[in-house]
């Protein structure tokens, strides 16, 4: 038994520089004001993860020596007038029918973010993350890797700044209601001017002349006897009474030759 134990340290001792060997550590990757955006090609990743499904959560140390995984630092230092949100993409050749999966580590060993799928890329989405050095670890979970390409922007968001909304106008005084506008009056057309008609004024007695009233029943009547006569009147009364008389003569005549 002591014998497998001696034999079994010494192979381990024997595989340990291939194992170390098999870890890369590639070149870094510098996040700054001038470069926000970096996209860095690497090599294959050689080999497979010898111990995939076994380790769910490799930690940097395994990372940087075990076979089938590249370690690949990152340096983040960037001025913040706001905060930032970070993408660090992972893309490979997937007609190799390789799968390649990602953690995020900051410099303490504290896993941050990760991407262990089945998709391409690989995608790890963060926010805020503070200025340091950080390690991306990808891991070669199977199939036969021909490189990766790392894809990681960095993007400011601008603080939101709360603006008031406008003040509400107070009520507005309404104008005030003018009348419409009269129009001028319009001049009746001129009538016809009527002469007045010529009353005679009546006297005393009335309106004939010489005309005097009697009492008649407690009231007085215009009587009929006229003070004077016109000169017309007075032919045709003359006249009158002249062919009275011829007629008188005339009727007498006759009835002494009828008696004769």
Request: proline share 11%; glycine share 8%; with cysteine.
């Amino acid at each position: 038994m002591r014998r497998f134990v001696v034999a079994l340290g010494a192979v381990l001792l024997a595989l340990a520089p291939a194992l170390v060997a098999s870890a890369t550590s590639v070149a870094p990757i510098t996040i700054d004001d001038h470069h926000l955006h970096v996209v860095t090609k690497y090599g294959p990743v050689a080999g497979e993860d010898p111990i995939a499904g076994q380790v769910a959560d490799p930690t940097p140390q395994q990372c940087q020596n075990l076979p089938g995984q590249d370690w690949i630092p990152i340096k983040l230092n960037i001025s913040r007038s706001a905060t930032t949100k970070e993408r660090i993409a992972t893309q490979w050749d997937a007609t190799a029918q390789n799968d390649i999966d990602v953690y995020f580590f900051s410099s303490d060993g504290t896993e941050v973010g990760r991407s262990a799928g089945s998709g391409d890329p690989e995608v790890i989405n963060l926010a805020g993350l503070p200025n340091g050095t950080y390690g991306l670890c990808v891991v070669n979970f199977n199939g036969v890797n021909t490189g990766v390409t790392i894809d990681f922007s960095a993007t400011r968001l601008s603080l939101y700044h709360y603006s008031p909304p406008p003040a509400t106008p107070g009520p507005s005084t309404p104008p005030p209601i003018t009348a419409p506008p009269t129009a001028p009056p319009t001049a009746a057309p001129p009538s016809a001017t009527v002469p007045p008609e010529v009353v005679a004024t009546p006297g005393p007695n009335g309106p004939v002349q010489g005309q005097s009233l009697d009492a008649l029943s407690g009231s007085q009547q215009a009587s009929a006897h006229k003070q004077g006569h016109s000169a017309l009147a007075i032919a045709l009364g003359i006249a009158t009474v002249l062919i009275a008389l011829s007629g008188a003569g005339i009727v007498i005549v006759r009835i002494r030759r009828d008696t004769a």
